[in-house]
């Protein structure tokens, strides 16, 4: 199985640029401590949660209204044997019109089964994607933590 990376899609009625700077607006879904610009290419940030997980992104593609990946320079997830696991991976927005729609694609390249947190992290980016980022989108309006 070649494509093994955790995905998630969905479809909104918003343009591809009001999703593009839905997602790009990190601290208004992603739940947790963010430091730094998550809205440019070159950019760093770094994501935490306490006790938990921390992680370094960099934003190696920024293509307004397409596409957003950001490389994980760095993590320390706290709850796994290899707190390391995401370090490498990458981060993929892609953002396409079907129709009257617009469809974001989510990937989490490199975040596959035989990583110990997958089970945990695909359900965490499920809940992210699927309820805070999409609801982001929807409303224009920032969402709370899940947990």
């Known amino acids: 199985m070649r494509d093994q990376d955790f995905t998630a899609i969905f479809s ?36 935490r949660v306490p006790n938990a997980h921390r992680s370094k992104q960099k934003i190696t593609e920024f293509n307004p209204g397409k596409k957003v990946v950001w490389h994980v ?37 490199g975040l596959v089964p035989a990583f110990e947190c997958y089970d945990s992290c695909s359900n965490a980016w499920g809940m992210l994607i699927h309820g805070n980022l999409r ?8 969402q709370p933590s899940p947990w």
């Open 12 to 47: 909104v009625d918003q343009s591809p640029v009001e999703v593009f700077n839905a997602i790009n607006n990190v601290r208004g879904w992603w739940s947790g401590e963010i430091d730094g610009d998550t809205d440019k290419l070159g950019a760093e940030f770094t994501y």
């Open 73 to 109: 320079v760095d993590a320390e997830l706290s709850f796994v044997k290899d707190p390391s696991e995401w370090k490498g991976t990458d981060i993929v927005f892609e953002i396409a019109k079907k129709g009257d729609k617009t469809e974001v694609r989510f990937t989490h390249k």
């Open 135 to 142: 609801k982001l989108i929807i409303t224009g309006k920032a």
